[in-house]
């Protein structure tokens, strides 16, 4: 099992920027691959970005709607997942999760069917 934690969550104007921190805890092996994904009402949860320790595949993911906005990275001996958010766009509120998979990144990529432990989510709000 892996319990996650999220923070950093906030309001923010457009264009700034916030960084959202996701704490792991539990079984090492649980934590192949990292990923946001985020979530507005009566939608469908989307998948924001991924990532993994792994040196045999590629490090990161990101959906289309943020990349080269936004950055993860993780820090395997702390277990802690990073989303750095910059440029921030009133369509990027939402409330966002950290989810976590013992799979590759390849395997999983953004589907949210594929991760096993989620974290209760933060709250990012955005004013234009």
């Known amino acids: 099992q892996v319990q996650l934690a999220e923070s950093g969550g906030g309001s923010v104007q457009a264009g700034e920027s916030l960084t959202l921190s996701c704490a792991a805890s539990?079984?090492?092996?649980?934590?192949?691959?990292m990923a946001w994904f985020r979530q507005v009402p009566g939608k469908e949860r989307e998948g924001v970005a991924a990532?993994?320790?792994?040196?045999?595949?590629?490090?990161?993911l990101y959906a289309d709607s943020v990349k080269g906005r936004f950055t993860i990275s993780h820090d395997t001996a702390k277990k802690m997942a990073y989303l750095q958010m910059n440029t921030v766009k009133p369509e990027d509120a939402a409330m966002y999760y950290c989810?976590?998979?013992?799979?590759?990144?390849?395997?999983?990529?953004?589907?949210?069917?594929?991760?096993?432990?989620w974290g209760q989510g933060t709250q990012v709000t955005v004013s234009s």
């Open positions: 539990g079984d090492d092996h649980g934590w192949g691959t």
């Open positions: 990532t993994t320790p792994s040196t045999r595949e590629q490090r990161t």
């Open positions: 989810a976590a998979s013992p799979h590759l990144l390849r395997q999983v990529r953004l589907d949210s069917q594929r991760y096993d432990y």
